[in-house]
Structures are given as C-alpha cells and as structure tokens.
C-alpha cells in the first residue's frame, strides 16, 4: 500500500514560483517512476510531468516544458515539482502519483491509467 501527501500549493501572482512537493509511504518508491497531473474546474485531468525511478529521465507536458522542473530524492521517498514563470492557466488541484511501472515511456505515461496511486491533491492559484 502506497500513500502520497501533496504540500505546497497556495495563492502566487503571475510570474512568480512554487514548489509542491509529495511525500510517499512505503517501500517501494524508489522502484517506480512518478508524475505529476492538476485539474483544472470543469476540466478533465492532464498530464504535467513525469520522472522515471532513479530520477534520471523526465518528460512534460509541453504547455509547462521550460517553466517546470520535477526531481524526487529517493532517500526521502519525495517528488518535487518545481513551478516557475507560473500563468494564470495554471491554476488546478495538482495530484502526484505513483506509475505501474519504474521507468517512463513518454507519451504512454500522460495518461492517468499508468498510474495506480493517487495523492488527494493540493491547490494553486496563480492570479493576474
């Protein structure tokens, strides 16, 4: 059983930056890769970024490439997304989660069902 807690959301003006970070429970995060989705009200879940177990390899999605960088640190069993040059479109709930499988096969894991464990979330506001 996996548990992933979400930190670090809250309100930012445009231009400014963040960092969410994703605390997981368990053995057996460093064997599997992790990602990074939001939703946005009354839109459908989309994928951010995702990064493959040893940290090594990322993929984003391209409305964030340049602007956002996810890393983990096994030894803490955390995932980080780092939020820069943040738009008012970035507004969401931002969700981590833990993939099916441990490395990244690019476009396969934009979607919500390579993952299998869910954080409940945490909100960001970016304002103009």
């Known amino acids: 059983q996996v548990q992933l807690v979400e930190s670090g959301g809250g309100l930012v003006q445009a231009g400014g930056s963040l960092r969410l970070s994703c605390a997981a429970s368990g053995r057996t995060f460093s064997s599997y890769a992790m990602g990074w989705f939001r939703q946005a009200p009354g839109k459908e879940r989309e994928f951010v970024a995702t990064?493959?177990?040893?940290?090594?390899?990322?993929y984003y999605a391209d409305l964030v490439k340049g602007r956002f960088t996810i890393s983990r640190d096994n030894a803490k069993k955390t995932v980080y997304l780092q939020m820069n040059k943040l738009k008012p479109e970035d507004t969401a709930v931002y969700y981590c989660a833990k993939a099916t499988r441990a490395e990244i096969y690019y476009s396969s894991m934009t979607r919500p069902s390579a993952y299998d464990y869910w954080g409940q979330g945490t909100q960001v506001t970016v304002s103009s």
């Open positions: 990064i493959n177990w040893g940290g090594g390899i990322t």
